[in-house]
């Protein structure tokens, strides 16, 4: 970026035309001669234009002389970014229940996992100066991303998520177990698992509540989020006429996230539509507030020797001109 040190001294170049005016008012009263008079003659007029140069030389020296004395710079700014250190979790369902209907987005009815996909992204981009790592569970559960602090990474295998790409059965407790593994080593302020889920525990090699003990003995903090409405859930199913919209009951085991939260130290919230699931995060996103601190440092690059070295050439010019080729007598 550019920048003038003292701009306020750009204001001198405003008494430059007074000074021409001063200079070209003493000209007129004086008689020029040149050692190169004859062939300005001969060449016709020429003596005006040579005359004008020392003025010309002049103008421009001062021009150059007020913008050096601005100091000119080139500077750019190096910030220094240092947090608490909060490292987040983020486990997601993309079980088979997830295909329901019974959300919406710009008013039309999509699957659970839309909405999903999109309030997260929302959530993600907001943790600026957070590590944050994603785990993916069905039947089985996986980390899709380890803690990381690159955004843009994230938000693209948040985007890639399918339903069923882990199984359509649900591991809750396997999923605690491994965002848990992923943080139980680490030396963060505060370490979290943001667990969502549709339906109940029904795959898995540790319970829940287990996970939850474990995570908690950790000094992990648990939030829960269920998602979906009360009573059966739409669903668009094929059959030998085409696609049909029914309904159907999906199992969720609320009272279990609940006690994963209280042994967790963190909160059950419960979403039955968009609107909803987006105020959970944001009210997850105050409550653990990241305290960031900012240090700029500024480089700068002189330029002023770019004007005040041309400023010297045409002063010394001017000098010459004036004592050797012409000479002005008042």
Known sequence: MFRFEYPTLLFLLLAIPVLLFIIF???????????????LVITGGGNQLLARIPIIFRTSCLILLVIAAARPQLYNIKKNVSSSGVDIMLSLDTSGSMRALDFKFDEKPVNRLVVVKK????????????????????EEAFTQSPLTMDKGMLLSLVDKMEIGMAGDSTAIGNAIAIAGKRLK??????????ILTDGKNNSGDITPEEAADAAAALGIK??????????????????????RIVRQSVEFDEETLKRIAIKGKGKYFRATDSKQLAEIYEIINKAEKTEVKTKEFFNFKELYYYFLIPAIILFVLELFLKTTVLRVIS
């Not at 929302?122 to 100066?129: M, N, Q, V």
């Not at 030396?187 to 943001?194: F, G, M, Q, T």
């Not at 409405?229 to 696609?243: E, I, N, Q, S």
């Open 119 to 138: 309030v997260v992204s929302e959530f993600i981009k907001k943790r600026e100066a957070d590590r944050i790592g994603l785990v993916v569970f069905g």
């Open 185 to 194: 080593d680490l030396k963060a302020k505060s370490k979290i698992i943001i």
């Open 222 to 243: 648990i939030y829960t989020i269920g998602v979906g409405g009360t009573g059966p859930a739409p669903f668009k199913v094929k059959t030998f006429f085409g696609p």
């Open 25 to 39: 008012k003493r000209r007129n009263q004086g008689i020029i001669h040149s050692y190169t008079s004859r062939l």
